[in-house]
Nanobody, 115 residues
Framework: QVQLVESGGGLVQPGGSLRLSCAAS????????MSWYRQAPGKARELVAG????????IYADSVKGRFTISRDNAKNTVYLQMNSLKPEDTAVYYC????????WGKGTLVTVSS
């Protein structure tokens, strides 16, 4: 059974940091591209960052470049999203995604950036 379980969300003040984790099971983690998406209230889900199975050069949305870092630990079947210099517009539900031949989603973790 495929599972993607996100953790690490919460309430943080503008300028603060959070680290999201996504623990994966039920598939060959190292063979899948892993990504983080987010969906703000009333908006479409958007790609935040992605990294291929071998851990090559990540991709980022322009809005988070220089502030967010995606990484993966294939030994732990976990992908991370380090988020620094958070802004109120980063407020959203953050979803973990695994993609290769199939497309898997986690249930999401809420990040709220507010003073």
């Amino acid at each position: 059974q495929v599972q993607l379980v996100e953790s690490g969300g919460g309430l943080v003040q503008p300028g603060g940091s959070l680290r999201l984790s996504c623990a994966a099971s039920g598939f060959t983690f190292s063979s899948y591209a892993m990504s983080w998406y987010r969906q703000a209230p009333g908006k479409a889900r958007e790609l935040v960052a992605g990294i291929i199975g071998a851990g090559g050069t990540p991709i980022y949305a322009d809005s988070v470049k220089g502030r967010f870092t995606i990484s993966r630990d294939n030994a732990k079947n976990t992908v991370y999203l380090q988020m620094n210099s958070l802004k109120p517009e980063d407020t959203a539900v953050y979803y973990c995604n695994a993609f290769r031949l199939a497309n898997y989603w986690g249930k999401g973790t809420l990040v709220t950036v507010s003073s």
